[in-house]
């Protein structure tokens, strides 16, 4: 059993893969070929969004995304420290400061509560991590930013295709950042991501910083970054794009299933109680795209030994609040994280992907289930 199955995905769309690989190959422009364009204008359709600007990762989205807004040295980032190492990562390497605030219990994303508390004079933007492939608190979050004066960038790093009343992610923000890792919903066969915005200027803008500030050839009007997207990565995603759709439904439908099946053996939703085996709850207006279906458990180490030992594979996202990582214990915590910290300690996240099939689903469940009694 595979985590994440990348090899039946490709079984089923070779063909259209292959032929994309083969046209790249055959016209010989690696580095911003017509694929890239065509990507970009294909992607930005699907989000519902005036522009899409590829780069080669998510990490370099989060990081022009900033550069783009002109936030720099000084300048505080609003985000959680629920989350993987880039969010944070990125905001630090620009010389600004990441105040971390506090998450939600029920969705794992920023808590709307925390974040009025923890702006200042020198806030420039908020951060909120649409984590497990379910958006944010749009409304709240925007509300409160825009009382503010201030940016918000969505980090979809995981929640390409996830909508929210209707709006998908990625088109919820100033701008929104996405990772086309391998392993995410929509994911190419190496590193990728894309900005996403309504704002013609700050399209504009971010075209010149993946391609080194450069708004002609050899004529550098900021600095920026060698952050393009590879052609071949372009017309990968080209090929997977058009079956995303199906398999946006069919992750929704494993998780419901999985959610279905633990409730009915027991488990209570993250809405209703925290300790026990927790099951991730999605609003009626949400659609998640379940990049991890991900649990909260009681004894975690002993749940992934017997798992391991059924041969079901297992992970953490994320064991280790980022503001108890080393690489950020020089900014200073000004508000309480604990339900970061309580549920770090009992996350755990289970086989998803579009070809899971029920005999596995249903070898999960009982298992998970067995492992938590």
């Given at each position: 059993m595979n985590f994440v199955d990348l090899k039946t995905q490709y079984e089923r769309l070779?063909?259209?893969?292959?032929?994309?690989?083969?046209?790249?190959?055959?016209?010989?422009?690696?580095?911003?070929?017509?694929?890239?364009?065509?990507?970009?204008?294909?992607?930005?359709?699907?989000?519902?969004?005036?522009?899409?600007?590829?780069?080669?990762?998510?990490?370099?989205?989060?990081?022009?995304?900033?550069?783009?807004?002109?936030?720099?040295?000084?300048?505080?980032?609003?985000?959680?420290?629920?989350?993987?190492?880039?969010?944070?990562?990125?905001?630090?390497?620009?010389?600004?400061?990441?105040?971390?605030?506090?998450?939600?219990?029920?969705?794992?994303?920023?808590?709307?509560?925390?974040?009025?508390?923890?702006?200042?004079?020198?806030?420039?933007?908020?951060?909120?991590?649409?984590?497990?492939?379910?958006?944010?608190?749009?409304d709240e979050v925007r509300g409160i930013a825009r009382d503010a004066g201030v940016a918000v960038i969505e980090d979809g790093a995981q929640s390409f295709?996830?909508?929210?009343?209707?709006?998908?992610?990625?088109?919820?923000?100033?701008?929104?950042c996405t990772s086309f890792f391998p392993s995410k919903p929509l994911g190419c066969y190496g590193d990728g991501g894309a900005c996403f915005t309504d704002d013609a200027e700050l399209a504009s803008v971010l075209r010149e910083i993946r391609n080194h500030g450069q708004d002609r050839r050899y004529h550098h009007a900021r600095l920026g970054l060698n952050g393009r997207l590879d052609t071949m990565q372009a017309a990968i995603l080209l090929a997977k794009l058009d079956g995303f759709g199906e398999e946006v439904e069919r992750r929704t439908a494993i998780g419901q299933r999985y959610t279905q099946g633990l409730i009915a053996g027991g488990a209570a939703s993250s809405r209703d109680a925290e300790q026990g085996l927790l099951v991730p709850f999605v609003p009626e207006d949400q659609r998640s795209v379940y990049a991890q279906y991900t649990l909260q458990v009681d004894d975690r180490d002993a749940v992934i030994e017997t798992l391991s030992a059924q041969g079901i594979p297992t992970a953490v996202h994320y064991p280790i609040p980022l503001n108890e990582q080393p690489a950020f214990a020089s900014y200073p915590v000004t508000q309480d994280l604990s339900v970061s910290r309580r549920v770090s300690r009992r996350v755990l996240s289970l086989p998803m992907h579009p070809y899971l099939g029920e005999q596995d689903q249903d070898r999960i469940i009982a298992s998970v289930l067995a492992a938590c009694r």
């Open positions: 070779h063909e259209p893969i292959n032929r994309g690989i083969q046209r790249v190959l055959e016209h010989g422009q690696f580095v911003m070929g017509p694929e890239v364009l065509e990507l970009e204008q294909r992607l930005a359709d699907f989000v519902g969004v005036a522009h899409c600007v590829s780069v080669s990762s998510g990490t370099d989205a989060l990081l022009a995304a900033m550069m783009a807004l002109g936030i720099g040295p000084g300048d505080e980032v609003i985000t959680t420290p629920f989350t993987f190492v880039a969010t944070a990562e990125t905001i630090a390497l620009l010389g600004a400061v990441p105040v971390f605030v506090d998450i939600d219990p029920v969705s794992y994303n920023i808590a709307p509560g925390a974040i009025t508390a923890a702006i200042s004079e020198r806030t420039r933007a908020i951060m909120p991590v649409s984590l497990y492939g379910q958006c944010f608190a749009v295709g996830a909508a929210s009343r209707g709006r998908l992610s990625c088109g919820l923000s100033e701008i929104g």
